[in-house]
């Protein structure tokens, strides 16, 4: 079975607080999902580039939850409005299709 693949919006300031995070724990553990975020966020923040608003980064399922126990040992109030961010990105991703709420239709029984 693979892992799934998340895609995850980060802004260049909430990127910077993940690595922080990140740098926080022990280097053999993070080394390299510090590495592939480096290497998005240059090809999204590259110099020319918009670096306002939000940029898609790509986590497997396991990078991302160490990412969230990563930050969850910073200060709460710095922290806070990204881990609601990530967690609720997290959720509707992996959240099966039988659980989506389905939208009604137009169509009746008999047309």
Request: charged share 20%.
């Amino acid at each position: 079975m693979t892992e799934r693949i998340l895609s995850i919006e980060l802004s260049l300031e909430e990127g910077n607080l993940l690595l922080i995070a990140l740098a926080e724990c022990p280097f053999k553990i993070v080394f390299e999902l510090i590495g592939k975020l480096n290497q998005q966020a240059h090809y999204h923040f590259a110099e020319g580039v918009d670096q306002s608003g939000k940029k898609i980064f790509t986590f497997t399922e396991l990078e991302i939850r160490l990412a969230i126990k990563a930050l969850g040992k910073l200060p709460y109030e710095h922290v806070h409005h990204l881990l609601f961010s990530l967690k609720k990105q997290m959720t509707h991703q992996l959240q099966p299709e039988s659980d989506l709420p389905v939208k009604p239709s137009n169509t009746y029984a008999g047309n």
